[in-house]
């Protein structure tokens, strides 16, 4: 199976650690998008990357939280420091965009189930 | 502020039931959009999706969807239910420009009672 893969799968962590969460896209996709879902809620759109370069992030995205796509395939996010509040399941996309950008199809990866204790 | 709403958030539902999920979205101007299903355990997969042309879209698994661009709406379907449909579902827009980020909905819990 080639789809979008996210590593770990689960992480628990203590109030005020750092941790780094990875995704690897579907390949050959150019376009590699994180988003943060809570109990309850749809995933909530953080930043998105085509190619290497991050072209967009949402002012939900503290500046905690940094994410890198370094050799345009896979891409890490990682959230320092952190609170109880960032508790939730952190999921990857990916998609292989046109020229025009107006057209595309996410596919989502399992998702990494963040706890901060 | 651009938003998806989903008015159902829990459908309990028998066997061979019909299903509508509704869908609202607030964004003018020309818009995608889809429908992504959450199994037990399992990832967001691909329903069905609306770019352009017959607003009557067909998924997988016999799930279709209409747009109706008059009242922002993309209202989900399916003739007959089975148990195995348990789901979550998500309704989720995105604007045509250069940035494919998607506003999703709370989704809607569904239940089928075999």
């Known amino acids: 199976d080639t789809g979008v893969s996210q590593n770990p799968r689960h992480k628990i962590t203590k109030r005020g650690q750092n941790v780094t969460f990875r995704c690897d896209p579907i390949?050959?996709?150019?376009?590699l998008y994180w988003y943060r879902q809570t109990l309850g809620q749809g995933p909530e759109f953080l930043t998105y990357f085509q190619n290497e370069a991050q072209l967009e992030k949402s002012r939900l995205l503290s500046d905690r939280f940094s994410a890198e796509r370094p050799k345009g395939s896979f891409s890490t996010l990682e959230i320092q420091r952190t609170e109880q509040g960032d508790s939730a399941m952190y999921l990857c996309?990916?998609?292989?965009?046109?020229?025009?950008?107006?057209?595309?199809?996410?596919?989502f990866g399992p998702g990494t189930r963040l706890l901060v204790l | 502020a651009q938003s998806v709403s989903q008015h159902n958030h829990h459908v309990i539902l028998s066997e061979a039931a019909s299903l509508e999920l509704g869908c609202n979205y607030s964004y003018g101007g020309t818009v995608n959009l889809f429908w992504y299903v959450q199994y037990p355990g399992q990832h967001l997969q691909l329903l069905l999706k609306?770019?352009?042309?017959?607003?009557l879209v067909k998924g997988i698994k016999g799930f279709e969807a209409e747009f109706i661009k008059s009242k922002f709406s993309f209202n989900l379907r399916k003739p007959s239910v089975q148990w195995s449909d348990t789901a979550e579902y998500f309704c989720?827009?995105?604007?045509?420009?250069?940035?494919?980020?998607?506003?999703f909905g709370q989704g809607t819990t569904l239940q089928v009672k075999p």
């Open positions: 390949s050959e996709h150019n376009r």
């Open positions: 609306y770019f352009s042309g017959d607003p």
């Open positions: 989720a827009v995105n604007r045509w420009s250069n940035t494919g980020k998607l506003i």
């Open positions: 996309a990916s998609s292989l965009s046109d020229s025009w950008g107006d057209r595309e199809t996410q596919y």
